[in-house]
C-alpha cells in the first residue's frame, strides 16, 4: 500500500514537500518514483529513486528545482518542490517497481498539488 500526502495549493515560486508512505512489503527492495497527470493530460513520469537512494533521475522540466528523496528506516519517499510553477499543476502519484520488474505495478491514491499565479 502506497499513500501520497503533503500536497496543497502554493502560489508561483512556493516549495511543497510530498511524501509518500509503503507499507505491507518490505521498501528497500523497490524502486520507486513520481509520476503526475495534470488536467487533461496523459500521466507523466516526474523523478525516480534507486532502493538505496543513492541513484536518482528527473524529467527535464523539473531538473534543478525539484529533489527526490527515501528514507528506507521509515519506509519513505519524498519530492522536495521548490520554486514552484503553474504547469506543475497535477495529481501527485507515487509508484514502486519491484527489483528485477520492468514496470512499476503498484500506485498511490495520488495527491492533488495546485500551482496559482
Known amino acids: 500500500l502506497l499513500v501520497e500526502s503533503g500536497g496543497g495549493l502554493v502560489q508561483a515560486g512556493d516549495s511543497l514537500r510530498l511524501s509518500c508512505a509503503a507499507s505491507g512489503r518490505t521498501f528497500s527492495n523497490y524502486h520507486m518514483a513520481w509520476f503526475r497527470q495534470a488536467p487533461g493530460k496523459e500521466r507523466e513520469f516526474v523523478a525516480r529513486?534507486?532502493?538505496?537512494?543513492?541513484?536518482?533521475d528527473y524529467t527535464d522540466s523539473v531538473k534543478g528545482r525539484f529533489t527526490i528523496s527515501r528514507d528506507n528506516a521509515k519506509n519513505t519517499m519524498y519530492l522536495q518542490m521548490a520554486s514552484l510553477k503553474p504547469e506543475d499543476t497535477a495529481v501527485y502519484y507515487c509508484?514502486?517497481?519491484?527489483?528485477?520488474?520492468?514496470?512499476?505495478?503498484?500506485w498511490g491514491q495520488g495527491t492533488q498539488v495546485t500551482v496559482s499565479l
Open positions: 529513486v534507486n532502493t538505496n537512494g543513492e541513484s536518482t
Open positions: 509508484a514502486a517497481r519491484l527489483i528485477g520488474l520492468a514496470e512499476y505495478n503498484s
